[in-house]
Every structure is written in C-alpha cells, then in structure tokens.
C-alpha cells in the first residue's frame, strides 16, 4: 500500500465517521462514537429491567387474581404515575404509562 493509499483510506474512514456521527471534525466524531456504543449498552440494559419488570408484575397480578382481586389496582397505579413524574417531570409520566401498558393484561 502506498502513502497515497493509506491518506486515501484515513480520509474515506474519517469522512464515514464524520457522516455518520454528525460532527464536524475526527476527535468529536470518535467522542460521539464511543458515547453511543455506551447509550446503546444502556439501552440493553433497559430493556432488560423493564422484561424483568414485565415478569415481576405479572407475578403480582396472578397473586392478585387468584386471591379474588383485580387485575389492575388504579392506587398503586397512580403511586406509580407520581413517582416518575417527580423525577422525570411530565416526560415521566409518559414512560410510566408506557411501562404500566407494557405490564398490565399479560396473565
């Protein structure tokens, strides 16, 4: 491979890294790399506590059902709704909704 060859490849592999990142020189665009390859371990990991999650209340609903309650209980429902809502604020209230959605009706 000549040096022509090689400066040729840097710059394709920098141009690519720079395309799909967003930024506009190498060192942000190996900051956002590396800060995405994180945020998608995050999300693996999330997505594995909300099937957790998912699991555990199915556990709750089936105890719930079979003592001669119902399946959903609205109390602990809204505890549930202001929890997240305290710390996420009204974006919080919306994934909240979407994990009580998720949790509810699998038994």
Do not use: F, Y
Not at 34 to 55: S, V
């Amino acid at each position: 491979m000549t040096a022509a060859d090689t400066t040729a490849t840097t710059t394709t592999t920098t141009a690519t890294a720079l395309d799909v990142t967003g930024a506009r020189t190498s060192e942000a665009a190996g900051v956002i790399s590396g800060a995405r390859e994180r945020i998608d371990a995050l999300d693996d990991r999330i997505i594995g506590l909300i099937q957790e999650r998912m699991a555990v209340s199915a556990v709750v609903q089936e105890a719930r059902i079979t003592s001669g309650g119902r399946r959903v209980n609205l109390s602990r429902e809204m505890e549930i709704l202001s929890h997240w809502s305290d710390a996420l604020g009204k974006p919080g209230t919306a994934l909240a909704m979407t994990l009580l959605e998720l949790c509810r009706g699998r038994i």
